[in-house]
């Protein structure tokens, strides 16, 4: 059984920053294709950045590139998001999602139940 366990949001004042956590089980990690999701309340989901099985490259919405960064460790089936410079528009659930044959923003297979980050003015 997959499992994907988001971890490291909370509660950080405007200009802060954030390092959340997936951890994953149950699935070969180092052949997945991790994204990073979130969705505000009464919007819809939107991509936040994903990165390459291998870690061998990222890729950004433009809304967080230069403020957000994705990493990965397969040795312990862990990626992870790095959030700098945080504004309240930031402010929403994150998902992180994985996917065999995913392209960068589409097509992911499992996702996780999400971590609340919230950013005071």
């Known amino acids: 059984q997959v499992q994907l366990v988001e971890s490291g949001g909370g509660l950080v004042q405007a200009g802060g920053s954030l390092r959340l956590s997936c951890a994953a089980s149950?699935?070969?990690?180092?052949?997945?294709?991790m994204g990073w999701f979130r969705q505000a309340p009464g919007k819809e989901r939107e991509f936040v950045g994903a990165?390459?099985?291998?870690?061998?490259?990222?890729y950004y919405a433009d809304s967080v590139k230069g403020r957000f960064t994705i990493s990965r460790d397969n040795a312990k089936n862990t990626v992870y998001l790095q959030m700098n410079t945080l504004q309240p528009e930031d402010t929403a659930v994150y998902y992180c999602?994985?996917?065999?044959?995913?392209?960068?923003?589409?097509?992911?297979?499992?996702w996780g139940q999400g971590t609340q980050v919230t950013v005071s003015a």
């Open positions: 990165i390459r099985s291998t870690g061998s490259s990222t």
């Open positions: 149950g699935l070969t990690f180092s052949l997945y294709r």
């Open positions: 999602a994985a996917g065999r044959q995913s392209t960068w923003t589409l097509g992911y297979d499992y």
